[in-house]
């Protein structure tokens, strides 16, 4: 089994679109419409098969609010956040700040011993996790 993509409901396409490309480098696939329903979505690509498909439906709420910490982030059931694996935790969380991501938690020790990590939002208030692990999950 492997995880195709990502799906991201958001309030603004093409101002998200340009962000995620801005800040993470992502190229645009397939951008496409369900017209009868008000639906307009991309696939953005990223590296090692990240695909991250964002759905603007015409009409859509934020249900949750913004969360101040990844702690409160779960007072709110659902998905909680998209974690991104990286080489350097400092550099891109830097170069996201710069590209106008909020910061939940700058980078420092995360209780996975070994292991760097900090949290961010993207302009909508989405939650993204970067992590230094050097492998997937182990158990």
């Known amino acids: 089994m492997h995880v195709d993509h990502i799906g991201l ?3 603004d396409l093409d101002a998200q679109r340009d962000w995620y ?7 645009t696939a397939r951008p496409f419409e369900i017209a009868p329903v008000g639906l307009r979505g991309v696939f953005l690509l990223g590296p090692d098969d990240l695909a991250l498909e964002l759905l603007e439906r015409q009409g859509s709420q ?11 982030a779960l007072l709110s059931r ?22 106008g991501a909020g910061t939940l938690s700058a980078p420092g020790d995360s209780p ?4 760097r990590f900090a949290f961010v939002t993207d302009p909508e208030g989405n939650l993204i996790e970067l992590l230094d692990r050097s492998g997937p999950v182990t158990a």
């Open 21 to 27: 490309q801005r800040a993470f480098g992502f190229d």
């Open 62 to 72: 934020a249900v949750n609010r913004p969360a101040t910490t990844p702690p409160d």
């Open 112 to 115: 996975e011993p070994g292991v």
């Open 78 to 99: 659902g998905w909680a956040h998209v974690c991104l694996r990286v080489d350097d935790v400092d550099a891109v969380f830097t170069r996201l700040i710069d590209a």
């Open 9 to 11: 409901s958001v309030g």
